[in-house]
Antibody, heavy 119, light 110 residues
Framework: EVQLVESGGGLVQPGGSLRLSCAASGFTFSSYWMSWVRQAPGKGLEWVANIKQDGSEKYYVDSVKGRFTISRDNAKNSLYLQMNSLRAEDTAVYYC????????????WGQGTMVTVSS | QSALTQPASVSGSPGQSITISCTGTSSDVGGYNYVSWYQQHPGKAPKLMIYDVSNRPSGVSNRFSGSKSGNTASLTISGLQAEDEADYYCSSYTSSSTLVFGTGTKVTVL
């Protein structure tokens, strides 16, 4: 079964750090661009970052540039999001998603992991 | 990058057709044929319904169709069913090699 499973969410204080993980199974992980997408409570979807198959290209939404880092380990079929200098506005469910063909259309999504930034 | 503009809500009776618009700029919707549409039920992850403006993934009902004219993309749901009640989001590739989502539309089946 093709599947993405996120982990690592939780409660963190403003200014703190958190590392999210996404475990992929059922497909050749190394063949796909991957993205992180977040959704604040009661709000819409926001694309956060993506990474090329070999990790050589990475792109970020302006609001997280310099604070978040996307990475992957193809040997472990895993995607990561290192989040530093967290702010209240980063509070959201974070989804990892598979890009079906490199055009930022996401055909497989994880169940999401909740990140809450609060003192 | 500002979010693409969608109507906050659209409603229709069972069997009717509805259309959701998604308006951007020449730097996103108008500049590329990389518009996607997602359906999201409460508490669930989004589901891809349309990609590359008008293509349906395997398993998605042919009642869902997409199109684009200039800076505005559209999703049409024909033969509206109760299970179609959900939030819908468009998205587009941008000139900055990033992605922008729409503001989201709540579809209500009357």
């Amino acid at each position: 079964e093709v599947q993405l499973v996120e982990s690592g969410g939780g409660l963190v204080q403003p200014g703190g750090s958190l590392r999210l993980s996404c475990a992929a199974s059922g497909f050749t992980f190394s063949s796909y661009w991957m993205s992180w997408v977040r959704q604040a409570p009661g709000k819409g979807l926001e694309w956060v970052a993506n990474i090329k198959q070999d990790g050589s290209e990475k792109y970020y939404v302006d609001s997280v540039k310099g604070r978040f880092t996307i990475s992957r380990d193809n040997a472990k079929n895993s995607l990561y999001l290192q989040m530093n200098s967290l702010r209240a506005e980063d509070t959201a469910v974070y989804y990892c998603a598979r890009d079906r063909a490199g055009t930022l259309a996401f055909d497989i999504w994880g169940q999401g992991t909740m990140v809450t930034v609060s003192s | 990058q500002s979010a693409l503009t969608q109507p906050a809500s659209v409603s229709g009776s069972p069997g009717q057709s509805i259309t959701i618009s998604c308006t951007g700029t020449s730097s996103d919707v108008g500049g590329y044929n990389y518009v996607s549409w997602y359906q999201q039920h409460p508490g669930k992850a989004p589901k891809l319904m349309i990609y590359d403006v008008s293509n349906r993934p395997s398993g998605v009902s042919n009642r869902f169709s997409g199109s684009k004219s200039g800076n505005t993309a559209s999703l049409t749901i024909s033969g509206l069913q109760a299970e179609d009640e959900a939030d819908y989001y468009c998205s587009s590739y941008t000139s900055s090699s990033t992605l922008v989502f729409g503001t989201g539309t709540k579809v209500t089946v009357l």
